[in-house]
Structure formats: C-alpha cells, structure tokens
C-alpha cells in the first residue's frame, strides 16, 4: 500500500530532504506533493487527497500553526494527520503543536527509521504499511 504526501516548508532544500529520507525509510510513497507556505497547502488540498501532511511551523504568510487551526476548522481536511517538524524542540512548542490537532512531531535532524516510525503510527498501519487483518479473510460477513 502506499500514500499521498504532502511536504510543506518554505525552503525548497528541506522539503528535498524531507522528501529523500522519507524514500530512504521505506515508507511507500505513491505522491509526494510540495507547498511553500500553509495558504499554498490549503490550495493543494482543495484539488488533491492527501494521507499525511508534514508541515514545518516558521514559514510566511500562514504558518505551520495556522495551517493547523485552518485544517481543524475544515469538516473535509480535519481528519488528515499532520506531523510538524521542526528544529525548535522545546516543551511548550511541542504542546502547543499537540493541542492545535498534530498528531505527531519529529525534531530536527531526524533519521529515515524515526520518519517511518511516526508516518505508520499517524497513519494507523503496521509496520509492514498495511491496515491491521484483512477483514475479507477473516470469513465473517455482515449481510
């Protein structure tokens, strides 16, 4: 199985390597879009389905928090996971990401098994990538 990515950060060299060490970890990635900003997020949002988002927070015009309250106030948006990452690593940073609806948070630098880790724990899948037991072989059926 593999996923809809979106990569939001105002460095162009960044969402590079983000992009890389998510490839690096083997997470199976099947489109990995890019925004700028979280106004730029928001627009790839309203044309594309995404599974995960990965959004830095210091970025102009809307910043990752922002991006955070616009995607709670979303009936469609508000259930997409969203991972900050950020090098700013301190307690209340973290809290404030957390109480904003993140479900995950990876200072940086990280590495490509930290990367992983998180993204299937977001996500909700095992280790391999995939949903828990495929119902459909366990012979119960309700009709």
């Known amino acids: 199985m593999s996923f809809n ?19 690096l970890s083997g997470f199976k990635m099947d489109q990995c879009m890019e925004a700028e900003n979280g106004r730029e997020a928001l627009d790839i949002l309203g044309k594309s389905w ?44 973290m809290m404030e990401a957390y109480s904003l609806g993140a479900k995950g948070f990876i200072k940086k630098p990280f590495l490509p098994e930290e990367i992983r880790k998180i993204l299937y724990d977001v996500i909700g ?19």
């Open 5 to 23: 990515v979106l990569i939001v950060d105002d460095s162009n060299s960044m969402r590079s390597v983000i992009k890389k060490i998510i490839s």
């Open 50 to 93: 995404v599974d995960v988002i990965i959004s830095d927070i210091n970025m102009p015009e809307m910043n990752g928090f922002q991006l955070l309250n616009a995607l709670k106030d979303d009936d469609l948006l508000k259930d997409i996971p969203v991972i900050i990452v950020s090098t700013e690593s301190r307690e209340g940073r």
């Open 125 to 143: 899948v095992n280790n391999h990538g995939e949903y828990g037991n495929n119902e459909a072989d366990d012979g119960d059926f309700d009709f």
